[in-house]
């Protein structure tokens, strides 16, 4: 406080008052009340020490990402001996360069830099992959940016879903198709989908992903795509078309299946078994 002109006897004073609050060794808040975001996020940086920076999920929610909850993730160089306080993860890497940083505001990891970081240390794969697809699909950054941050990554044990992951979101594209979905079909013990089947419909010929055609039943394995507004009233339409025909219709989403296959090859197994399959 005395760098900029408050004397110590007077941060004593309004704190003994209770008009000021003191949050940790090197934070002091010129009010009492509950922090604001911004305000949790300097305050580690203050905590935490020199070098440090918002990484990870917190760099991203930082960046306004929305919808997520995690503690918080602050990054220092390797071996700069940072501070650890209560309630804050504090990693010290290697990865981390200069050209990392935000240039402006809070000191922060970039967007695609933060998501790869935000996946690797994440809780869970399935937690991993949903914060790659909510930083693209919220427009923080692209897939494209974050698979060019990725490369500096050689080794780690979620390398293989990470590059998966980025290639279900680039694009848009697909990358899980109808011979993989076949497999894992096979892989559960389920009747493998029927292939290239055509739908006719208002707006013309659909071809489906898969169908089990003697049972009614269709599955839509769903790229990061089809959350956009055009695309997700496509389906929607598509959809109801369907249904109009008596098929009942399950909608994977593409990530979904890539970290959790179990869940939602057994809504099919059901499904299929509703309809008269044996299994």
Not at 180 to 189: N, Q
Not at 190 to 201: A, C, F, I, N, V
């Amino acid at each position: 406080m005395a760098a900029i002109g408050t004397p110590r006897w007077e941060v004593t004073a309004e704190l003994r008052a209770e008009r000021w609050a003191r949050h940790g060794s090197q934070t002091i808040a010129t009010y009492t009340g509950p922090l604001t975001a911004p305000a949790v996020w300097w305050s580690a940086i203050f905590e935490v020490g020199g070098g440090a920076a918002l990484d990870g999920s917190t760099a991203l929610c930082a960046e306004g990402l929305r919808g997520f909850t995690d503690v918080l993730h602050v990054s220092t160089p390797k071996s700069w001996h940072p501070r650890r306080p209560p309630g804050v993860i504090v990693h010290e890497t290697r990865r981390r360069q200069p050209t990392d940083l935000v240039g402006t505001g809070i000191p922060r990891t970039r967007p695609p830099v933060a998501a790869v970081r935000a996946a690797l240390w994440a809780r869970s794969d399935r937690q991993a992959a949903t914060l790659l697809a909510m930083t693209v699909q919220q427009r923080l950054t692209t897939a494209e940016a974050i698979a060019e941050a990725f490369q500096t990554v050689r080794r780690d044990r979620r390398r293989r879903l990470i590059m998966a992951v980025l290639a279900d979101l680039s694009t848009g594209a697909q990358s899980i198709g109808e011979l993989d979905f076949a497999r894992l079909c096979r892989e559960f013990g389920l009747p493998e989908p029927d292939r290239q089947t055509r739908r006719r419909g208002p707006d013309g010929t659909w071809y489906l992903d898969s169908d089990w055609t003697r049972y009614d039943a269709v599955v839509e394995i769903e790229g990061v795509h089809h959350l956009e507004a055009d695309q997700a009233m496509s389906d929607a339409s598509r959809q109801n078309e369907l249904t109009i025909d008596h098929s009942r219709v399950l909608r994977i989403p593409v990530i979904g299946l890539r970290v959790a296959p179990d869940h939602y090859l057994s809504q099919v197994a059901r499904l299929l078994r509703s309809a008269g399959w044996p299994g």
